[in-house]
């Protein structure tokens, strides 16, 4: 493996404020999102009898529970997450937009492996990274305001949910072996992405749809057993496997 090209991705990462990007979004909404499930009652009690809002219309709320906060961490991070996760590892991966920066890289790295495998693990796993950060400042707040949860579960449910977002970067790994240019790598991923988890609601694919790992961040602290989400995760690992030995493919059969 030659660490020289990881490191160069990471820099790349470094300067251009991604990875301190992709860190301070999770930690914002890790943050934001037990506190506003915990302040949402009164701040609907304090809003009744303001024109619009009804009376009583806080009691209707459900109660705060450790389990809900971290469950309102996924909600409010899940699509936006995702889709910075996606421009970040587009922006990376995407290198035949400009046929400069094609020629650039294509003459300094040999190989199509060493092409794309840096540009992979790296924003994946700072994806991953940033993800957990959250996860923690979401934890720590809810066990701040509103109860206990349990970490080891949190952890594993952080655990299933990073192996989606790995796979997801081999989506776009893929992609932009297929299409030239951010916008169009971007794009296509967010198609892929939306099909797969349209596919993900039928219940004969449900189970295994990689798209299902990211109901594991509340589900495990809930109660529920890890080992429903081991075909997802079985899945995943499978998908990404073989998303990035097509998109390796797919890198060296292209002309710049």
């Known amino acids: 493996m030659n660490t020289a090209l990881y490191r160069n991705e990471i820099r790349r990462m470094t300067r251009t404020h991604s990875l301190t990007?992709?860190?301070?979004?999770?930690?914002?909404?890790?943050?934001?999102?037990?506190?506003?499930?915990?302040?949402?009652?009164?701040?609907m009690a304090a809003m009744e009898g303001?024109?619009?809002?009804?009376p009583g219309m806080s009691g209707l709320l459900p109660e705060a529970t450790p389990v809900a906060a971290i469950g309102s961490y996924v909600e409010n991070a899940q699509t936006l997450g995702v889709?910075?996760?996606?421009?970040?590892?587009?922006?990376?991966?995407?290198?035949?937009?400009?046929?400069?920066?094609?020629?650039?890289?294509r003459v300094r790295v040999f190989g199509p492996t060493a092409l794309v495998l840096p540009?992979?693990?790296?924003?994946?796993?700072?994806?991953?990274?940033?993800?957990?950060?959250?996860?923690?400042?979401?934890?720590?707040?809810?066990?701040?305001?509103?109860?206990?949860?349990?970490?080891?579960?949190?952890?594993?449910?952080?655990l299933f949910t990073g192996?989606?977002?790995v796979f997801a970067v081999a989506v776009t790994a893929l992609v932009a072996s297929r299409f030239?240019?951010?916008?169009?790598?971007?794009?296509?991923?967010?198609?892929?992405?939306?099909?797969l988890l349209l596919l993900g609601q039928l219940p004969v694919v449900g189970e295994w749809s990689p798209t299902t790992l990211v109901a594991a961040q509340a589900a495990l602290p809930g109660g529920v057993p890890a080992a429903d989400f081991?075909?997802?995760?079985?899945s995943a690992l499978v998908g990404t496997a073989v998303l990035l030995a097509l998109a390796v493919r797919g890198f060296g059969s292209r002309e710049t």
């Open 21 to 43: 990007g992709l860190l301070v979004f999770f930690a914002f909404f890790g943050a934001a999102s037990p506190l506003l499930a915990f302040l949402l009652p009164d701040l």
């Open 50 to 54: 303001v024109e619009g809002v009804q």
């Open 83 to 105: 889709l910075f996760v996606l421009l970040v590892a587009a922006a990376g991966l995407a290198l035949d937009g400009s046929p400069g920066r094609s020629t650039f890289y």
């Open 119 to 158: 540009r992979f693990a790296v924003p994946a796993a700072a994806a991953v990274a940033s993800y957990t950060v959250g996860v923690l400042v979401a934890w720590a707040v809810t066990l701040l305001l509103i109860g206990e949860l349990p970490l080891g579960a949190t952890l594993a449910g952080a």
């Open 163 to 165: 192996l989606f977002l």
């Open 180 to 195: 030239r240019g951010l916008p169009s790598t971007v794009g296509f991923s967010v198609v892929a992405l939306v099909l």
């Open 230 to 234: 081991l075909p997802a995760a079985v």
